[in-house]
């Protein structure tokens, strides 16, 4: 009894302690601008007007497409080259392979503001800055060496017989990967991508040093540029509306493939 009590105490605790920024966020977005600093911490007359103010907002309603447009391709290059990637480590025997499963892992972890200054040169000069190109392509570096190594995870539990049926049956390599594998590790794929999506949809530090204007800054760089009426107005009223526009249906995305993305996680935890 003691122990069940102790656990609700926690898990409530954790609760609290998780939802209490979400819901200070929905309070502010809710507040009129005139009663952002009213020291309340639920709003007492909500209005709705950070939120319709949003879609009047060029630089947001901009930022926005931005943010689809160059998250989508960055996650959908990532995903067709570490799908070909994985499946030469996980399948293909050269001297190597797991040297090059290992660099992925390593690249994962390279701290990306290091190559900020570099990549702000290198693309003023190449004319990449300010441009979906000049984002697309740190996104997919980054995302790449993860991608790899999840779907090479995935790769790995799949029974290889299968290939080797559809190869006796007269389909090639490539169509055996096509027709019968990939489809066997959808599971994979789209967790792959849904997680390979989510890391593009928040990057903050290359949308914000390697951008200039409305061009192509993504949503979360946009927010630092958010103005209000004056210049003596803080608007954190429509940056809470914003933050939560763009958070709400990704969490909706998440919930729904909540159990696919499970799935995909642990299908290589019970097989070596």
């Known amino acids: 009894m003691k122990r069940r009590i102790a656990d609700l105490l926690v898990t409530a605790t954790v609760a609290v302690w998780t939802l209490a920024p979400i819901v200070w966020v929905v309070s502010l977005s809710l507040k009129p601008a005139s009663l952002q600093n009213d020291g309340r911490f639920l709003p007492a007359s909500p209005t709705l007007e950070n939120y319709t103010g949003l879609f009047t907002n060029p630089m947001f309603t901009t930022a926005l497409r931005n943010s689809v447009g160059i998250s989508l391709i960055a996650t959908t290059v990532s995903v067709i080259v570490a799908v070909f990637a994985a499946y030469a480590i996980a399948r293909l025997r050269f001297r190597g392979n797991g040297a090059v499963l290992g660099l992925a892992l390593g690249l994962t972890m390279f701290p ?12 003023t000069d190449l004319g990449l800055f300010d441009t979906w190109l000049g984002l697309i392509i740190p996104y997919v570096s980054f995302s790449l060496p993860l991608a790899i190594w999840l779907m090479t995870a995935f790769f790995r539990t799949i029974p290889w017989d299968l290939e080797e049926s559809a190869q006796m049956d007269g ?3 490539l169509q055996a990967l096509l027709r019968v594998i990939i489809p066997v590790a959808a599971p994979g794929v789209v967790t792959t991508f849904l997680l390979t999506f989510l890391a593009c949809w928040g990057e903050f530090l290359f949308a914000i040093s390697l951008t200039s204007t409305d061009q192509s800054r993504t949503v979360p760089a946009a927010l630092a540029f958010f103005t209000g009426e004056s210049e003596f107005q803080q608007p954190y009223g429509a940056i809470a509306a914003a933050a939560l526009m763009v958070t709400v249906p990704v969490v ?16 290589g935890a019970v097989k070596g």
Request: proline share 3%; glycine share 6%; aromatic share 6%.
């Open 112 to 123: 990306a503001i290091a190559l900020v200054g570099p990549l702000f040169t290198l693309w």
């Open 252 to 267: 909706i995305l998440v919930l729904l493939s909540q159990r696919r993305i499970v799935a995909g996680l642990t299908s």
């Open 171 to 173: 389909a090639t390599r």
